[in-house]
Nanobody, 127 residues
Framework: QVQLVESGGGLVQAGGSLRLSCAASGRSFSNYDMAWFRQATGKEREFVAAIRWSTMNTLYADSVKGRFTISRDTAKNTVYLQMNSLKSEDTAVYYC????????????????????WGQGTQVTVSS
């Protein structure tokens, strides 16, 4: 079925940049929304960003607006999260998620609203 594999995590200094990749496979994602969530140690999983594959309409958490950019590459079946101006508060395991959406449905931000998940990639920002 749908498989999502994240990569690109690592250690970076505060103020630095990192680009995460989510390789998606199993089907066409033209009717899907793709999203990034993160979970810091001892914290709840939280929404980061999402993109509608077909229209490229996006949604961002307030905490990352202006710093993070979500994008997709249809030819590579890959979703990216470009992270700039990283802060120590961004340290977390980052997860890629996906789910089918109808055109009249808005892009969603709840973890429970996505059915498919990758295993995560660790991002550590040193201060």
């Amino acid at each position: 079925q749908v498989q999502l594999v994240e990569s690109g995590g690592g250690l970076v200094q505060a103020g630095g940049s990192l680009r995460l990749s989510c390789a998606a496979s199993g089907r066409s994602f033209s009717n899907y929304d793709m999203a990034w969530f993160r979970q810091a140690t001892g914290k709840e999983r939280e929404f980061v960003a999402a993109i509608r594959w077909s229209t490229m309409n996006t949604l961002y958490a307030d905490s990352v607006k202006g710093r993070f950019t979500i994008s997709r590459d249809t030819a590579k079946n890959t979703v990216y999260l470009q992270m700039n101006s990283l802060k120590s508060e961004d340290t977390a395991v980052y997860y890629c998620a996906a789910d089918r959406r109808s055109p009249w449905q808005g892009v969603r931000s709840g973890p429970g609203e996505y059915d498919y998940w990758g295993q995560g990639t660790q991002v550590t920002v040193s201060s």
